[in-house]
Nanobody, 119 residues
Framework: QVQLVESGGGLVQPGGSLRLSCAAS????????MGWYRQAPGKQRELVAN???????NYADSVKGRFTISRDNAKSTVYLQMNSLKPEDTAVYYC?????????????WGQGTQVTVSS
């Protein structure tokens, strides 16, 4: 069974930094796009950033220049380095990955990790 396990969330002051990690495990044939989404209270889940297996990245306008997504294909892990954090970045952050397993490709989700930016 494929699982995505996130780590790295927490409480940080405005202007601070956090690094999120998400590791995929289980019986997988391949992992295509990996990414991060977030959902703030009362708002819809939105894409933060994603990265293809070849390293092509895509960012939401609100995080460009502040967040950096990367991945280690050998470790089936995706990272999100978040700098210059703002209170409006406060949300539950979810890892997602498009994984082929058992001949079927589907999107898997992590359980979510809370990021709170507050003084």
């Amino acid at each position: 069974q494929v699982q995505l396990v996130e780590s790295g969330g927490g409480l940080v002051q405005p202007g601070g930094s956090l690094r999120l990690s998400c590791a995929a495990s289980g019986s997988m044939f391949s992992i295509d796009v990996m990414g991060w989404y977030r959902q703030a209270p009362g708002k819809q889940r939105e894409l933060v950033a994603n990265i293809t297996s070849g390293g092509i990245t895509n960012y939401a306008d609100s995080v460009k220049g502040r967040f950096t997504i990367s991945r280690d294909n050998a470790k089936s892990t995706v990272y999100l380095q978040m700098n210059s954090l703002k209170p409006e970045d406060t949300a539950v952050y979810y890892c997602a990955a498009e994984i082929t397993a058992g001949g079927v490709i589907r999107r898997y989700w992590g359980q979510g990790t809370q990021v709170t930016v507050s003084s």
